[in-house]
């Protein structure tokens, strides 16, 4: 049981690194002055999530689960 707790902190720790990462990548929720004209509205607003920005939010998503769920799971006394 030693070896699977020390693996799953292994992971635990890569996903805490890159989900940091993946944050930091992603442009800031603020659209300035543009989003008061309505620029907002633009062809790339509406597909943002079929784009790199939107792969970075589903991708920071998936990680945020698996954080809440390892860290539960290491919090277990097995």
């Known amino acids: 049981m030693a070896i699977l707790r020390t693996i799953l902190t ?3 720790v890569l996903v805490c690194v890159v989900s940091v ?3 930091l990548l992603q442009e800031g929720r ?3 002055l543009g989003a008061i004209a309505g ?3 633009t ?3 509406k597909n ?3 784009s790199m920005e939107g792969n970075l939010v589903k991708g920071t998503v998936a990680l945020a689960a ?4 390892l860290a ?3 919090n277990l006394n097995f």
């Open 10 to 12: 292994v992971i635990f």
């Open 72 to 74: 539960i799971v290491l």
């Open 39 to 41: 620029a907002a509205e």
């Open 66 to 69: 698996m954080f809440f769920i």
């Open 43 to 45: 062809y790339w607003g």
């Open 21 to 23: 990462i993946l944050v």
């Open 48 to 50: 943002k999530g079929r």
């Open 30 to 32: 603020s659209a300035g």
